[in-house]
């Protein structure tokens, strides 16, 4: 049996909660386009944002540890791909939109520059004075105008709700600029559920890494409220972590976590008495969330990897050298602007100079900003 895009639909209509956005009501593209035969919008908008270039190059931009320090760290490209999972697994319980939250959360780190959260605050002191940078924004102008794939319009030509998801993307690190996208109401469902699943997953996926480098280590961990409840559950005891008990506690963690997730953001929802997706985006509160016991042990549970992982000495000897390579590259390429490639420097005139030299770096690997590096800058490397 063949399924054409009226049928899916109409799966859609039958299946999604009233609250959850129907690909068939979504408000378009900028660009008009005849839809596909056999997909939906945002499936559609999904396999777009899968082959770009910038998401590719996720597979080589850091998460916590750069890419050389290891096969097994995760990578932008990992950590995408487990956000991914994990939202599509929320909204399937909820009756979200699972496409639209899969196309949400695979662009969500488009935009992200090489050395991770290092690379971006370098990048965002340096263009200060040519209006900042982050990542979200990144995100957005890479979906928007920089992926240049087709000939009758600049960037992905994405639906309204895809870019409306990645424009109102936040967690606790990342803060939404919505000009443009009614700024005034908050991330539907799917955008919500969007957000969640990244502080999930990077929270346990950080954890994860830290074990297996030994920068973290589970006596260390003594204490933390939601460590012992998910050892209690998986019935671990000192001292012996090995692989198969990291992966059981981790597993762990991730379950309860979405357990927790789904049945309080489902109970906010239906103290809200909301029925469509427009309602539910007025509410003067996001309605996906954890229950307050489990929004306060992850907050311990974070102030923890702050301390113990994110400023690890070995964590921030890297970050130093992030700032001194891109700093130097960003440096470089303005006093001579010949020094970067004839493609690049095409872009000077429609977005100047600074914002230029900034998306190339933007989009750069770890590996290949290293490289840029030192092609520039050290006497026996060919340029």
């Known amino acids: 049996m063949i399924s054409n895009r009226a049928q899916l639909e109409e799966i859609e209509d039958r299946s999604l909660a009233p609250y959850g956005i129907r690909s068939k009501d979504s408000k378009g593209r900028k660009y008009p386009e005849d839809e596909p035969e056999y997909r939906t919008a945002f499936q559609r908008d999904r396999d777009r944002i899968l082959h770009t270039t910038a998401f590719r190059r996720l597979e080589y931009k850091t998460q916590v540890f750069i890419n050389y320090e290891g096969d097994y760290y995760r990578t932008r490209l990992t950590h995408t791909l487990e956000v991914t999972q994990i939202g599509r697994t929320v909204a399937r319980a909820l009756g979200a939109n699972e496409d639209l939250v899969e196309a949400i959360c695979l662009g969500h780190d488009l935009g992200h520059p090489p050395f991770g959260h290092s690379g971006e605050a370098i990048l965002a002191r340096l263009m200060k004075d040519s209006d900042g940078f982050n990542h979200n924004k990144q995100s957005f102008r890479i979906i928007t105008s920089l992926e240049n794939r087709f000939p ?152 923890f990897l702050y301390n113990n992982l994110y400023r690890h000495y070995h964590v921030v000897r890297m970050a130093v050298k992030a700032e001194r390579i891109v700093t130097n590259l960003f440096q470089a390429y303005r006093a001579e602007p010949s020094m970067l490639p004839k493609h690049v420097q095409a872009n000077v005139q429609a977005y100047g100079l600074d914002r230029t030299i900034c998306d190339y770096i933007a989009g750069m690997t770890d590996r290949y900003a290293i490289e840029e590096h030192e092609k520039l800058f050290d006497p026996g490397t060919l340029p």
């Open 152 to 303: 009758d319009f600049p960037g992905l030509n994405l639906s309204w709700e895809v870019l409306e998801g990645i424009v109102k993307h936040e967690t606790e690190y990342d803060q939404a600029d919505a000009a443009g996208f009614n700024p005034e109401l908050r991330g539907h469902l799917e955008a919500q559920i969007t957000n969640a699943a990244d502080e999930l997953a990077y929270t346990a996926h950080d954890l994860d890494d830290g074990l297996r480098s030994g920068m973290i280590t589970a006596a260390m961990l003594e204490g933390i409220s939601l460590w012992e409840i998910v050892i209690k559950s998986v019935g671990w005891h000192l001292p012996d972590l090995d692989d198969l008990a990291r992966h059981r506690i981790i597993r762990r963690l991730i379950g309860l976590e979405v357990n927790d997730l789904v049945t309080s953001t489902d109970q906010r929802i239906r103290e809200s008495g909301v029925r469509s997706p427009e309602k539910l985006q007025r509410l003067p509160y996001n309605v996906v969330g954890f229950s307050e016991d489990m929004h306060r042990w992850n907050r311990e549970l974070k102030d």
